[in-house]
Structures are given as C-alpha cells and as structure tokens.
C-alpha cells in the first residue's frame, strides 16, 4: 500500500481563522487530523465530515503542565499508522510547529519510516501576544533584537540550554510555558544584569475573549500577575517596548461584542466581535419528506415539457414572428411550457438554500426544474447564497426579517390572485423554526407547504465565558436565546447591553427577562 503523507501545519493561537490560507486549505482535505489539546477546536469544523479527529489528550501518557503531551512516542506511533495507512494526515499544532512544538521528534520518527511529509509555518504566540496587546517585539530607535526562549525550563538548572547572561543583555525577551516560573525568571534576569525597572508584561489567553494583560516591572511582574489570576498559557515579555502598551493597545481600548449567530464575522466595526455560535447545523436523518417536494416539482417540469425543436418549427413555419399571445403564455421558454408545482419557495436562511439544493442536485436535477417558479430570500445573506446555484431572488423584502416577507407578500398575492384562483408555497425550514410566516402566509390566502430541510441543535462543549468581559452580546435568533439560557443558566450581566437581531427574538429575550436595548 502507498504510504500517506503528514502536513504539520501550525494553526496559530485564538482565533481561529489565525491558521494561514494554505494550511486552511490542506486541512480541508485531510483524512486524520491529529491535533493539540490547546487547540481552539472550533478549527476542526472546518474538517471534511468523514475525517478522523484524534486529540493528543486522548493518548496514552497523560500532558504537562504546558498542555503538550508526556507520551512522545504514542503521537508519533499514531502519525506513523495513519500515514502507513495510506491516509492523508495533518498534526495540527498550536502557534507555530517550529517553534517549541517538539517538531524534531515527530519529523524524525517519520523519517525512519520513509514517510513523506511537510510543513506549514503558523503564527506563533509570541508575534500573536505582541500583535494583540500592543506591544512591537522590535521598534527603531528602542528593540532592534528579539530572543525567543523557553520559561519552562528551571533557571537553575545546571545542565539546562538557555543561556540566561547571553539572554539577559538582548533588547526584547519572550519566554513561552513561563507562567509557572514567573518568580524565578525575574530574579534570574535581574541576576544576569537586567536592570530591576525593566518595563515587563505577561499577556494571558492571547486573542481570546479571556485575554488578560498585566504590565509592571520586571522586580514587580510576578507579583502583579498572581494578583490579577492570569492563567495560562502565558507569553512573558521583558524590554523597554512593553511601554508602548499604553499607547498602542487597541484590543483593550476597543468595545467587545459577543456575536451568537452563525453568519460571517463582521470585521469593519467599531466594535471586536467575538464570534461563538449558540446554535449549529446539522442534515437530517431523513431527507424522504423534501425529496418527495422536489420530485414533484421536477415531475412536473417533466411531464408537460414539449419538444422544443418541434415547437421552434411550428411557430416560425411561416416565418413571422411569434404573437403577442404566444409570448405571453403561460411559463413559456424557449418551447417549454408547463405548470409548476408550486408557485413560490421561500428560503428563510442560507442553509434553507444549501440543504434545498444539495437534495435537488442528488436527485439528478438542477436549477432548470425550477423554471416557472418564483423564489423569495428573508435577506441579503441568503439571497447571496441562492446567487451561487445561479439563482437571482425575484424577492428579498427590505425588512430582512419574517415580517418584512409577510408585507411584501400582501401585494404578490393580492396580483397573483386577479389572474388565478390559488398561490402554492413551499418553505425549506429548520426543525425548530418559527411558525409565524408560514400561518402569515396563510392567512394572505396562500396554500403553504412546511417542509424540514435541516437541524438547528446545541453545539457541544460550549466554553464557560465570563460574559462581563463584553460590552454588548447579540442574539440572531430565539434559538440562541434558548441555548444561552439552557447552557450558562443565567441572565447575562446587567452592565452588558443586549441587541436582538428581529422581533421574534427580540420577544424571546423577554420571554426571559433579557433586557433589550
């Protein structure tokens, strides 16, 4: 069998979309994923759906106080396994994978195998800590060296690598795994000739919603961060460009926003959005109920579809153009005429479109049975996504909410009616969806047809946030309400400013007694 090939890949540290593009890319195709237990799992949704996801927490051996792993061996035996499989593997590492990852063991275990591999550079904590705090690791004029070193180690060590005099006369220091030596670390710099005021820093949680930074003094920092309970993992920063946190440390100056929805993060804000989904998508078990709707529907196409060779000949026969009765009839394109099964379908949100169209397409159909029947989209964002099946909405009220397609309906249905006796509407809808555009709906006098396209569940494993780290939360739907309220078993904190994404929400915080501002 040919053997696979192994991607280290460096996934950076929060968020997660910190991962570089071409490491997004090879992630996507992998057939085993093994990751670290640090990781912010999130990333690993971006896995195809049949990978194997092995976390190095579930093997044997147990972790370090750092958070990677005592049994070398066993990830090692792991990636050698998969790969002699013949499976495409990527060991997915936090930061940077050359950068005290314990990169060396792995690559040579690979390569007494003869296993090919490869590897994808990441952005590590210490680029990332400055980055997020405000702090340069080099600056003309005050830092013009830089040493990346490990805290983990005992300064006292006597067979140790680091080199604390040659470490201490550098401009900038960063030290990785230092939470835990903090104490020890600033007495041996000082020790070692760095002057006791050295501006110094310790960033906790970088780029996360638990993100702590505490600035001090090298004689002081210890002190200061035990006080304040920073917990790690930690970078621990020492040099005259710690100043600069003051004047240059945008994330704390900048209001936090916990976005619960699942649509794109919102960069170009005022705000930092924290994005983690209360909700997530899932496929049924069952698609028999959509698919017998879709069947219609290309049924219908069909069976009244005419021979359009044979209907070009017959209209032109006598070489004149085509009556103003002809080119109006009904549904008529090209030789093609027929009546739908159904009027309109409305789509509620891009996923509605997704699942709709993915069944469609299974079924050995395309977008051409849906000729003849118009389609509406509750907003941008899933009239967006019906533009990728090449399917421009004819509706998408500018209220992007229920209601707004309930008022646009009032006229579509009052002018379909001057000309037929019914309108038929089918509506792809999650399992918990509301029920008030479809009894709207049917109250203008339509004929509506309710169909389950997809889940909307739980996530598992959601984090326990301190909620008062953030100016504001936005809920995008009652089922974010429900879940919020189902997990954390709380109001949210009465400093923070609550926003509903539409009424129906908006009435299920109340349903609470979230106060929305």
Known sequence: ?????????????????????????????????????????????????????????????????DGSSKNQKAINDVLIKKASEGKSVVRLKNGDPSI??????????LKDEGINFAVIPGVTAASAAAAFSGIPLTARGISSALVLTTGHESPGKKDGYVNWKNVAVLDTISLYMSHENLFALSNILI??????????????????YEQK??????????????????????????????????????????????????????????????????????????????????????????????????SYTTMYKDKKEP?????????????????????????????????????????????????????????????????????IADLVPKNECSEGLLEEFKNVIRSTFKVQSSIKILLPRSDIADKGLSDGLRELGAEVFSCVAYRNVMPK????????????????????VGNFIKRYGCLPPGKVKIKSIGPVTKKECEKYGISVK
């Open 1 to 65: 069998m040919k053997k696979g090939k192994v991607f280290f890949i460096g996934a950076g540290p929060y968020p997660p979309d910190l991962i570089t593009v071409r490491g997004f890319n090879i992630l996507k195709q992998a057939d085993v994923i093994v990751y670290d237990y640090l990781l912010d799992k999130n990333i690993l949704g971006f896995a195809k759906k049949d990978a194997l996801l092995i976390s190095t927490d579930e093997l044997p051996g147990g972790r370090y106080s």
């Open 100 to 109: 005290f990852g314990r990169l060396c063991e792995e690559l040579s275990a």
């Open 191 to 208: 020790d070692c000739g760095k002057p006791p005021s050295t501006p110094s820093a310790v960033i906790s949680r970088v780029g996360s």
């Open 213 to 310: 930074i505490v600035t001090g003094t090298l004689r002081d920092i210890a002190k200061k961060a035990r006080k304040n309970n920073l917990e790690s993992p930690a970078i621990f920063v020492v040099g005259e460009v710690v100043k600069k946190e003051k004047e240059f440390n945008w994330f704390k100056k900048t209001k936090k926003s916990l976005f619960t929805g699942i649509s794109d993060e919102r960069y170009f804000e005022e705000k930092l959005y924290f994005h983690i989904p209360l909700i997530e998508i899932k496929p049924l078990d069952d698609y028999a109920e959509l698919d017998n709707w879709i069947k219609k529907i290309s049924n219908s196409h069909k069976r009244t579809t005419i021979n359009p060779i044979k």
């Open 323 to 391: 009556s103003a009765s002809n080119s109006q009839s009904q549904n008529t394109s090209n030789g093609v005429n027929y009546k739908p099964f159904f009027d309109w379908l409305v789509f509620t949100s891009r996923f509605g479109v997704y699942y709709f169209f993915d069944r469609l397409l299974k079924s050995g159909s395309d977008a051409r049975s849906l000729n003849g029947i118009k389609i509406a989209a509750i907003g941008s964002s899933t009239a967006n996504k019906l533009k990728e099946y090449g399917i």
């Open 461 to 480: 494993d959601l984090p326990d946030i301190d909620f008062s780290f953030f100016d504001e939360i936005i809920f995008s739907s009652p089922s974010c």
